[in-house]
């Protein structure tokens, strides 16, 4: 099997991969609510954690980050080159965006993105993570801390391994214009900002 083939092979295999939505399976096996009309409305980790709590948030967000790193990963291993990479990790984004299994209707995309980084290496992978949880934490705001790790992944990539700096750069990009309508109420000072709120049974 030629090298293109095995590329749009792992696009599209990342693309379904993306489409399974961990936060509404997530929910589901949990008796919560749907992630998709409670909260924010969006099905990722940060709504998850306000209706059903951190256990429920970290298993989305370990399996979100695991759609992104696990195509990435293979596609390295089976030798894609770096551009091709970014697409395949692009897909996986787009996948969750815009899941075909839900409609169409997904999440941020943020820690699929993030997830696709990580294979980089583990330097990498604590950055990111580091960033993020530090922001939080000052900020409270969730996509505040999103919007200003992935503009910071670039960064982080051209310092510890500058092959995949554009690949990087492609998917910051995304996850940038993908919260365009947070950076607007952040602006306005009407973002909410992260709570954990005690798990609710579905009624």
């Given at each position: 099997?030629?090298?293109t083939?095995?590329?749009i092979?792992?696009?599209?295999?990342?693309?379904l991969?993306?489409?399974?939505?961990?936060?509404?399976?997530?929910?589901?096996?949990r008796?919560?609510?749907?992630?998709?009309?409670?909260?924010?409305g969006?099905?990722?980790?940060?709504?998850?954690?306000?209706?059903?709590?951190?256990?429920?948030?970290?298993?989305?967000?370990?399996?979100?980050?695991?759609?992104g790193?696990?195509?990435?990963?293979?596609?390295f291993?089976?030798?894609?080159?770096?551009?091709?990479?970014?697409?395949?990790?692009?897909?996986?984004?787009?996948?969750?965006?815009?899941?075909?299994?839900?409609?169409?209707?997904?999440?941020?995309?943020v820690a699929?993105?993030?997830?696709?980084?990580?294979p980089?290496?583990?330097?990498?992978?604590?950055?990111l993570?580091?960033s993020?949880?530090?922001?939080?934490l000052?900020?409270r705001?969730?996509?505040?801390?999103?919007?200003?790790?992935?503009?910071?992944?670039?960064?982080y990539?051209?310092?510890?391994?500058?092959?995949?700096?554009?690949?990087?750069?492609?998917?910051?990009?995304l996850?940038v214009?993908?919260?365009?309508?947070?950076?607007?109420?952040?602006?306005?000072?009407?973002e909410?900002?992260?709570?954990?709120?005690?798990?609710?049974?579905?009624?």
């Open positions: 099997m030629s090298l083939v095995v590329t092979v792992m696009i599209l295999s990342a693309y991969a993306g489409s399974i939505s961990s936060a509404v399976l997530v929910c589901k096996l008796g919560l609510p749907d992630p998709r009309t409670q909260g924010s969006n099905p990722g980790a940060t709504n998850v954690l306000r209706i059903g709590g951190a256990s429920s948030a970290a298993l989305v967000l370990f399996f979100d980050m695991l759609k790193a696990a195509p990435a990963y293979l596609a291993r089976l030798g894609v080159d770096p551009i091709a990479l970014g697409v395949i990790a692009i897909a996986a984004c787009l996948g969750h965006i815009f899941p075909i299994f839900f409609n169409f209707k997904g999440g941020k995309g699929t993105a993030f997830g696709a980084m990580a980089i290496g583990h330097d990498l992978a604590l950055c993570m580091g993020w949880v530090l922001l939080v000052i900020t705001y969730s996509s505040f801390a999103a919007i200003c790790t992935a503009l910071l992944a670039p960064v990539t051209w310092w510890l391994d500058d092959r995949f700096t554009i690949p990087v750069a492609m998917l910051s990009t996850i214009i993908r919260h365009k309508d947070n950076i607007q109420r952040l602006l306005k000072g009407e909410s900002k992260v709570s954990r709120k005690k798990r609710t049974k579905a009624p």
